[in-house]
């Protein structure tokens, strides 16, 4: 009686994990807004990738991807979405899916220019779900040429609060998080995804760490990945005053997160690097990082959600 009640403790366990939901992340693109290369760049960094001595990246962004029911969902829409959605395809063997939703987390250039892609110019989708805060809702729906895709239909804006769960279905959760960032036009949001087996953390966009009214530290201990603002990897890497355009470097944030133990530091991935940001390439900086624990985005990786 014994062994018969473990075989078929055994057994039920078996099809509870088979019957578990294929939900995972793609990692879509990991550079800042202007892409890898920049445009009109002439240093060696964006030189190489044009002379194919090195690989160029697309703008950071996520895709959800629920493969039971082939729905998938994007986190900003950068201006490479086109190739994004094809590169979203291949992973997917070809399989056909159903884009969801768009959630944005402002409106910096690299975060929503792809939406005039589903516009009539291009994919003339209908009512396409955007997930956008109160600020970015509003920007969208009183400029050209975004209000156009709200005025014919292409989109339909649904409204996000800091902090207020979405759930996408039964099995995956989305929250926006409020952080600081330039916000000339919108709000700025991060976004915690959560899934049946893994929370994540993206926050791509921040002006400091110091000036959330949230502690990383915490963050990351709480989540098992964090994708984190690695726009630049030290202070002086541009030549000029960053006071203009202020983030977290990556030197920065690693002294912050050095309290962390090897198992915390592991969560960390840095992404949305600017073009000048050394951790894009096989080099001594991106060896350090790697050295100290952390590990820098990949794209096209996956994590199972």
Not at 42 to 62: E, I, P, R, W
Not at 66 to 76: E, K
Not at 224 to 253: C, K, Q, W
């Amino acid at each position: 009686m014994k062994n018969s009640l473990i075989f078929w403790l055994i057994l039920w366990s078996a099809l509870s994990l088979s019957q578990e939901r294929q939900i995972e992340v793609l990692i879509l693109g990991i550079a800042q807004d202007g892409g890898y290369p920049q445009t009109m760049c002439q240093k060696a960094c964006c030189q190489d990738v044009l002379n194919f001595k090195s690989t160029g990246k697309y703008v950071s962004s996520l895709a959800i991807i629920d493969r039971d029911s082939m729905h998938c969902w994007l986190i900003d829409c950068t201006p490479d979405v086109n190739k994004q959605l094809a590169m979203l395809t291949s992973y997917l063997d070809g399989g056909a899916f159903a884009l969801q939703g768009i959630f944005l987390s402002h409106a910096h250039i690299g975060h929503y220019l792809g939406l005039a892609q589903f516009g009539k110019e291009v994919m003339g989708v209908k009512e396409l779900s955007v997930y956008a805060m109160p600020r970015m809702k509003t920007f969208l729906e009183s400029n050209g040429p975004w209000d156009q895709l709200v005025t014919l239909k292409n989109i339909k804006i649904i409204e996000m609060e800091n902090g207020v769960e979405i759930h996408l279905n039964n099995d995956i959760v989305i929250r926006p998080i409020l952080v600081p960032h330039r916000d000339e036009y919108s709000e700025t949001v991060g976004f915690e995804l959560l899934g049946p087996r893994s929370k994540v953390l993206f926050i791509p966009d921040i002006d400091k760490w110091e000036k959330w009214d949230r502690t990383i530290l915490d963050e990351v201990k709480r989540v098992d990945f964090a994708l984190l603002d690695a726009t630049f990897y030290s202070g002086n890497e541009l030549g000029r005053n960053m006071d203009s355009i202020p983030h977290p470097s990556v030197l920065e944030s690693m002294k912050i997160l050095e309290p962390l133990t090897s198992e915390q530091k592991s969560k960390v991935h840095f992404i949305h690097m600017n073009h000048s940001n050394p951790i894009l390439r096989q080099t001594t900086e991106r060896e350090k990082v790697i050295s100290l624990g952390f590990n820098i985005a990949r794209q096209g990786a996956s994590i199972d959600l």
